[in-house]
């Protein structure tokens, strides 16, 4: 008997298992908790409310932290180019000011706007610009938020300040939903994934005509030039790409067909001094990071971060830029 019975019921039990797994299949889809496919489907890389809340815990995150001094209190809120500025600049500040940090001051950020765009796969990331109470008046904050899967926290990979109404505008759709650009896009002036090879290949060489004039780039190699020989003392400075991974460029289309881009980039500035002559004395935050005994020569080291504007067709503009000291080596 129970061999006659045996099959018919595990075919029952096989047909209730799979229908309660099609009930939780559902139910778990219909509640937003699961994503089917969402490495190839089209869709808002975060929610605005959700993006509100990101920059929120990134603000909270970066008040602790630099009240403390401790790397530890922002470090799964922050990345990339600007998770080592931020990383050197705590290092620095607690080998310093052990108890913490004595000027503190809150960071406000305020009058928040943010552009989400739509985009398939990982990482997912979006930007906020928002007005902050440090880094000038007239400054805006612009936050580039990135995640590479649904259990981590949203981090701040990119930070620069720009001046208010400075920024091109982006291209949305009709729900209000920006658009991302490959990063090997070949319908720009230069593909994203070759704007930070590019930028620090002009300034090593100042050659070429993809960059339009501006403070980051030929004022820049200018005044560069005329710091890099002085009585008894010469600087060298060595521009380097930086891409991929946590620092890899991400790109906004604007409404003209171009892209906002955000890259990364790293440089050294190294100090010679003559016999006879010293290199100059640093202040205590790059002592901080300075490894080695500065006697004829000292190079340090710093993280860029970059925004630029990319046409379809002409030159790049570079709209902003911000870097950090990440550490020193004296010999």
């Known amino acids: 008997m129970s061999r006659d019975r045996g099959p018919r019921r595990l075919r029952r039990l096989d047909r209730r298992v799979?229908?309660?797994?099609?009930?939780?299949?559902?139910?778990?889809?219909?509640?937003?908790?699961?994503?089917?496919?969402?490495?190839?489907?089209?869709?808002?890389?975060?929610?605005?409310?959700?993006?509100?809340?990101?920059?929120?815990?990134?603000t909270a995150a970066y008040?602790?932290?630099?009240?403390?001094?401790d790397t530890s209190l922002d470090a799964d809120h922050v990345t990339g180019a600007l998770g080592d500025i931020d990383a050197a600049r705590l290092k620095a500040g607690h080998a310093n000011s052990p108890s913490g940090n004595?000027?503190?001051?809150?960071l406000k950020l305020t009058d928040a706007t943010f552009t989400i765009p739509k985009k398939a796969g990982w990482p997912r990331w979006f930007v906020a610009e928002a007005k902050g109470n440090k880094g000038g008046a007239n400054a805006r904050w612009l936050l580039v938020f990135t995640r590479n899967r649904l259990a981590e926290p949203w981090q701040v990979a990119y930070l620069t300040l720009i001046p208010a109404g400075s920024l091109p505008k982006v291209h949305k759709d009709k729900?209000?939903?920006?658009?991302?650009?490959?990063?090997?896009?070949?319908?720009?002036?230069?593909?994203p994934a070759d704007l930070s090879k590019d930028y620090t290949t002009y300034l090593r060489t100042g050659e070429g005509k993809l960059f339009a004039a501006g403070p980051?780039?030929?004022?820049?190699?200018?005044?560069?030039?005329?710091?890099?020989?002085?009585?008894?003392l010469v600087t060298q400075y060595i521009d380097e790409p930086v891409g991929g991974g946590d620092y890899a460029p991400l790109a906004l289309r604007t409404e003209d067909g171009g892209a906002l881009v955000f890259f990364a980039s790293r440089r050294y500035a190294k100090q010679t001094a003559a016999a006879g002559a010293s290199i100059p004395?640093?202040?205590?935050?790059?002592?901080?990071l300075t490894k080695g005994e500065v006697k004829q020569s000292f190079t340090m080291e710093f993280m860029s971060n970059g925004v630029a504007l990319v046409p379809k067709q002409g030159q790049v503009s570079m709209l902003a830029r911000l870097e950090g000291l990440t550490s020193a080596t004296g010999s």
């Open 63 to 69: 008040n602790k932290a630099d009240k403390a001094y």
């Open 281 to 288: 004395t640093q202040n205590a935050f790059v002592q901080a």
């Open 175 to 191: 729900d209000g939903w920006a658009e991302a650009v490959p990063a090997n896009s070949t319908e720009l002036a230069v593909p």
């Open 18 to 58: 799979l229908i309660a797994a099609s009930v939780t299949a559902l139910s778990l889809t219909a509640s937003g908790c699961v994503v089917v496919h969402g490495e190839r489907e089209v869709l808002p890389a975060s929610t605005r409310a959700e993006a509100a809340k990101a920059l929120r815990q990134f």
């Open 216 to 232: 980051y780039t030929d004022q820049w190699r200018a005044a560069r030039a005329k710091s890099a020989k002085k009585p008894g």
């Open 102 to 106: 004595a000027s503190y001051t809150p």
